[in-house]
């Protein structure tokens, strides 16, 4: 699934589509779109705008207004295992694709098409994204990007399960997944099965700070996938600060990599 930082980039993307009259919305696609009929997303968009583009965690979401001005629903977007958001610019062009395949039209799973000859497109090959309408939000803890130092240390430190477990749960802290919790376990050399409520406070402190170092890195880099520790999370992989052993296991159900001398 994608992480916060793709889905940051993915908004700064979704900005380009604002404050463009809507001219036509291809909702066909009825598994992406569920569980609104085709049409449905059309009729509530088309003649409007899209006005302001939002994130909390990984999700994603555009405020919008109707003909008239007055405020229209929510546009949730979410990019699934591989998609991406695709702009085009006024008159129809569109930015150079780094697609080494080629585009199919089917791919495309949902179109805005603006009046000035631009688009809006959802390019997922998998078809694991989702567009629907007045997202529910509600069940997600404070954003991964902008939580404060106290709340992260209360909202971590509540609680028996493992620290990589309690960093992973969405309700605690939103946007954080899989290679984003190694990375920062690792930057901050703490073990992902320490269990969270025995964690001090300098040891949080110090995971509140690998945290925003990993986030601001993998925004500025292009993904989470551009972690200091990342490529070394493989059979025969060694720590890149100290040479260890990488190890592997699961914790919290899922798969996890640390260094075996300094994350003990």
Not at 230 to 248: D, F, K, L, N, S
């Amino acid at each position: 699934m994608p992480e916060l930082p793709e889905v940051e980039s993915a908004r700064r993307v979704l900005v380009h589509a604002l404050d463009r009259e809507i001219a036509a919305v291809d909702d066909t696609d009825h598994w992406v779109c569920r569980p609104h009929a085709p049409g449905e997303i059309a009729a509530a968009l088309v003649g409007g705008r899209l006005t302001a583009a939002h994130r909390k965690g990984k999700s994603m979401w555009c405020e919008t207004a109707g003909r008239d001005g007055a405020p229209g629903p929510h546009l949730g977007i979410h990019l699934g295992m591989g998609g991406r958001l695709i702009v085009g610019e006024q008159g129809g062009g569109e930015p150079v694709r780094p697609d080494r395949t080629p585009r199919k039209a089917e791919w495309d799973r949902f179109t805005v098409v603006f009046s000035d000859g631009g688009r809006l497109r959802l390019f997922d090959k998998r078809r694991l994204g989702r567009v629907r309408l007045d997202p529910e939000f509600d069940a997600l803890g404070p954003d991964a990007e902008m939580i404060s130092r106290t709340d992260f240390r209360a909202r971590v430190r509540r609680g028996r399960s493992a620290v990589k477990a309690r960093l992973l749960d969405q309700s605690v802290l939103a946007g954080v997944g899989n290679l984003l919790a190694d990375e920062t376990l690792w930057q901050a050399a703490v073990s992902p099965s320490a269990t969270a409520d025995e964690l001090s406070e300098r040891t949080l402190d110090g995971l509140y700070d690998a945290l925003e170092r990993s986030l601001k890195a993998a925004i500025a880099n292009g993904g989470v996938h551009t972690g200091e520790v990342i490529e070394h999370r493989r059979a025969g992989g060694r720590c890149p600060r100290c040479g260890a052993e990488m190890v592997h296991g699961t914790v919290g159900g899922r798969s996890t990599w640390w260094c075996s001398a300094e994350q003990v």
